[in-house]
């Protein structure tokens, strides 16, 4: 593997990983009140066009990375629609 390659996957495995205290602290308090609604929507859409761009290029870090980072956003994102 090419030191870009593991470059990139570490730099998408701990921006990624940075979500997970998040999504478990909305799931746990039930609450995602003081989270912004178009926040939270704005990033999705904008990591949903990232991974797009991943998969036209064809770039394995990129793909992987954003499609954990869409799946916990949008987890945070139905905690705040649900528990509003």
Do not use: H
Not at 15 to 32: G, M, N
Request: proline content about 2%; charged content about 10%; aromatic content about 14%.
């Amino acid at each position: 593997m090419e030191l870009v390659t593991i470059i990139g996957l570490m730099a998408g495995f701990l921006t990624t990983i940075s979500f997970l205290p998040q999504v478990i602290k909305t799931w746990r308090s039930r609450s995602a009140k003081d989270l912004s609604l178009s926040m939270f929507l704005s990033f999705c859409i904008g990591v949903f066009l990232w991974l797009i761009y991943g998969i036209l290029l064809g770039d394995v870090p990129i793909i992987i990375s954003n499609t954990v980072t869409l799946i916990l956003a949008g987890t945070i994102l139905f905690f705040k629609v649900k528990y509003k």
